[in-house]
């Protein structure tokens, strides 16, 4: 630990983040996944359906509401994970504890990637019409990409929730990957929330929840959240303009 420190390559602290972030990560994303088709089909797998979508509370709310649920819950476990980090740290013997870099990586890089699936993870189980569907489609989503990856396919304009590659090192922290990064997570975190205004307008409501039945009612939903769907359209396009330009075209 003092070997690499004194070089100022590698941080143990960062390479300790590192490997609690790797090995919790499929953890995170298999949570969204089998909690998002609960909370999506929590009212129908308890027959409850019709008196809950009785209520006069708009489709929006319900669905945010879903979606908050789960942030807050993977926010209190990407805590606990910090926790483990700091206790790992700890056991082996290093007790110089960089609080900021466990925030920083944890809460600002990883958590709005989470996010990002998290919302992918509730569009998927909304459109799909079986939880199981679902929940395989998504893990889908988790293999699909490094097969991908695997035949060539690399550009992260195209495989959703992928960010730039990054290192952080002692001497120079995030240096020049901290635009790339934060634009490429942006760029998904709007992606998300256009997936997230077209779950709410085709979200199953109702005694008829067929496709015809909820296509005649995306109309009025969507007037209600056009302006939002526009705002995250323009951002998506905005930080997927910049990136590309700066990625393949200088």
């Avoid at 606990?80 to 056991?91: D, K, N, P, R």
């Avoid at 900021?100 to 958590?111: A, C, G, N, S």
């Avoid at 635009?179 to 005694?207: D, E, I, N, Q």
Wanted: proline share 3%; aromatic share 18%; with cysteine.
């Amino acid at each position: 630990a003092g070997q690499l420190n004194d070089v100022n390559v590698w941080p143990v602290t960062y390479l300790m983040v590192g490997i609690v972030e790797g090995s919790a990560a499929l953890f995170f994303y298999i949570i969204a996944t089998l909690y998002a088709g609960e909370l999506i089909w929590r009212e129908r797998n308890v027959h409850f359906e019709q008196i809950h979508d009785s209520l006069p509370a708009p489709d929006w709310i319900d669905w945010l509401s879903k979606f908050l649920a789960l942030a807050v819950v993977e926010l209190v476990l990407l805590t606990v994970a910090l926790f483990c980090g700091i206790i790992m740290q700890t056991a082996s013997g290093y007790y110089h504890y960089e609080i900021l870099q466990y925030l920083k990586e944890l809460y600002v890089v990883f958590y709005p990637q989470v996010l990002t699936f998290v919302l992918l993870a509730l569009f998927v189980h909304t459109v799909v019409g079986n939880k199981f569907v679902g929940n395989a489609v998504v893990i889908g989503f988790l293999i699909l990409v490094p097969i991908l990856y695997r035949y060539g396919i690399e550009n992260r304009l195209l495989l959703y929730g992928e960010v730039t590659p990054y290192t952080y090192s002692d001497m120079n922290g995030y240096g020049h990957f901290v635009p790339a990064l934060l634009w490429s997570t942006a760029y998904w975190f709007f992606v998300g929330v256009l997936l997230a205004v077209f779950a709410m307008v085709f979200a199953r409501r109702g005694a008829d929840v067929s496709w015809p039945a909820r296509v005649r009612m995306a109309g009025a939903r969507f007037r209600g959240l056009r302006l939002v769907a526009a705002l995250a359209l323009l951002l998506a396009a905005g930080c997927g303009a910049w990136f590309y330009y700066n990625t393949h075209v200088l």
